[in-house]
């Protein structure tokens, strides 16, 4: 079940609203809170359920060891924190690596020792991802003492399912929520604000999203050598903006149904394509993963306040485990890495010059951004090079051209896009979309607003009902 669905727009997102708002007290509405979002992940991988609740209940355990200990017993402290730690890495290690780690070992060996059959029927539960990162922040900032540990297992278990974050975020900071998970307040201007939020997100999810994912899908699972350079060029153009609107879609529709049930969500997207600099770019691009590495691995690290050749070694680490956290692949540690790189050569002052010209930055910024994305799109790195190839040299005789993959509606959902992922427009239009009308001139103005709405969401749900393409890409990790 995914947010763009019909079930869960017109059945499971009202009944839950419906009885939340009906359930007196804060404890059952959390109880109300927690029996929904398991049902919720139970759709997806009712087999895991167990695994979620398992690790949230393990880690409420040491949390409540790591606030019950002193500070006068620092080695105790660590020695409960490292368990914890290696506790939650070790699941995820096991379901998402384990294959990953036999296949290489294999690879290095020659021999088939480091691949089992019990490895091979590992599957990969939905969002360990992003619940172990969970984990890890509710254990590290107990630890730190930047939070308290709670004393009600209950709410511990609502920080790790509750179901608008469960699958694929935002990554969301025990501090920053841990007083909500006990006291919050839904105010009708709150509540307003969260719909206005999930259906802007839904537009671009479904609108936008759905519409270009489709042209990439066939070209990409079109051999490389086979595909004209134009078609190419505008298949991973394509796949630039199909990532973006795709995961802020999701995460405007997480952030929205938050507000509805009174949490409220730090944000996750700030225009990232308009970045002047690799690292304005992670200021701007998944934000909540971009924090919690920088919190919760860059700084422990050493982070700036190390040697120069420490803090690019920090930098190098960080990224290459940002790759592998996306997926147990090389091309997702290529992809990282290279973002890796440029970060390092900006700090080094390398890319000064480049940097400081008003044009050209942006120019180098998506350079950088699109080509990493081949990395991250293709299914094996020998398309990626074979796709390159495509990009740099025409093929002589492609199969697949381009108004055979892509079609006018295709065509302009992409400008529109192009438009939309810049602030010119688009903050425009979100904050009439997200803001109330205060003393509206005129009473065309007054209903523009909810007009707006209910066009995209009429809209979103007529490409729903007729079928299309509609996976969110951050279901993979």
């Known amino acids: 079940m995914v947010f763009s669905s019909e079930i869960f727009l017109f059945g499971f997102l009202p009944a839950v609203l419906a009885v939340y708002f009906l359930a007196p007290g804060p404890r059952l509405k959390n109880v109300w809170l927690v029996v929904a979002s398991v049902v919720f992940y139970a759709w997806g991988g009712a087999k895991y359920v167990p695994l979620v609740?398992?690790?949230?209940?393990?880690?409420?355990?040491?949390?409540?060891?790591?606030?019950?200990?002193?500070?006068?017993?620092?080695?105790?402290?660590?020695?409960?924190l490292t368990a914890a730690i290696a506790f939650d890495l070790g699941v995820l290690a096991w379901f998402k690596y384990a294959g990953f780690l036999g296949d290489n070992l294999a690879f290095i060996t020659g021999e088939r020792i480091g691949r089992s059959v019990a490895l091979s029927q590992i599957y990969l539960p939905l969002g360990i991802s992003f619940f172990t990162?969970?984990?890890i922040s509710y254990v590290v900032d107990v630890y730190r003492r930047t939070s308290e540990a709670r004393k009600n297992p209950l709410e511990v278990v609502l920080y790790f399912v509750f179901f608008p974050q469960l699958i694929a975020g935002p990554i969301i900071r025990y501090k920053d929520v841990a007083a909500q998970l006990s006291r919050r307040v839904v105010t009708a201007e709150g509540f307003a604000w969260g719909v206005r939020r999930f259906v802007a997100g839904l537009g671009k999810k479904v609108l936008i999203a759905n519409t270009l994912g489709a042209c990439v899908d066939h070209v990409f699972a079109t051999p490389a050598a086979e595909i004209s350079r134009p078609l190419a060029w505008f298949a991973l153009g394509a796949y630039t903006l199909q990532i973006y609107f795709d995961f802020s879609g999701y995460s405007d529709m997480a952030?929205?149904?938050?507000?509805?049930?009174?949490?409220?969500?730090?944000?996750?997207?700030?225009?990232?394509?308009?970045?002047?600099?690799?690292?304005?770019?992670?200021q701007r691009w998944h934000i909540s993963l971009s924090r919690w590495f920088r919190d919760y691995l860059y700084v422990p690290l050493g982070g700036n306040r190390v040697s120069p050749w420490r803090v690019y070694a920090n930098l190098a680490i960080v990224f290459f485990l940002c790759g592998l956290w996306h997926g147990a692949k090389w091309t997702f540690v290529v992809w990282g890495l290279i973002h890796g790189l440029f970060l390092v050569l900006e700090r080094v002052g390398a890319m000064?010059?480049?940097?400081?010209?008003?044009?050209?930055?942006?120019?180098?910024?998506?350079?950088?951004?699109?080509?990493?994305?081949?990395?991250?799109?293709?299914?094996?790195?020998?398309?990626?090079?074979?796709?390159?190839?495509t990009l740099a040299v025409s093929a002589a005789a492609p199969k697949l051209t381009f108004?055979?993959?892509?079609?006018?509606?295709?065509?302009?959902?992409?400008?529109?896009?192009?438009?939309?992922?810049?602030?010119?427009?688009?903050?425009?239009?979100?904050?009439?979309?997200?803001?109330?009308?205060?003393?509206?001139?005129?009473?065309?103005?007054?209903?523009?607003?909810?007009?707006?709405?209910?066009?995209?969401?009429?809209?979103?749900?007529?490409?729903?009902?007729?079928?299309t393409y509609n996976p969110f890409i951050y279901f993979r990790f």
Do not use: Q
């Not at 149904?257 to 770019?281: C, K, Q, T, W």
């Not at 400081?356 to 994305?373: C, D, G, K, Q």
């Open 53 to 80: 609740l398992g690790s949230a209940l393990v880690n409420y355990a040491f949390g409540l060891a790591l606030s019950r200990l002193p500070d006068e017993r620092a080695r105790d402290r660590r020695l409960v």
């Open 133 to 135: 990162f969970h984990a």
């Open 255 to 282: 952030i929205g149904m938050a507000r509805m049930f009174g949490f409220r969500f730090l944000e996750n997207f700030d225009f990232p394509y308009v970045s002047r600099s690799i690292r304005e770019f992670w």
């Open 352 to 389: 000064r010059r480049i940097t400081s010209l008003p044009v050209v930055r942006h120019v180098y910024v998506l350079a950088v951004v699109m080509f990493a994305w081949v990395f991250f799109r293709a299914d094996s790195f020998g398309y990626a090079l074979a796709f390159l190839k």
């Open 403 to 467: 108004w055979a993959a892509a079609d006018h509606e295709t065509v302009l959902v992409f400008a529109l896009g192009c438009v939309l992922a810049t602030p010119l427009v688009a903050r425009r239009v979100e904050a009439a979309l997200r803001e109330p009308v205060r003393r509206p001139r005129a009473a065309l103005a007054a209903c523009a607003v909810p007009a707006a709405l209910a066009l995209i969401f009429a809209a979103s749900v007529t490409k729903l009902a007729a079928g």
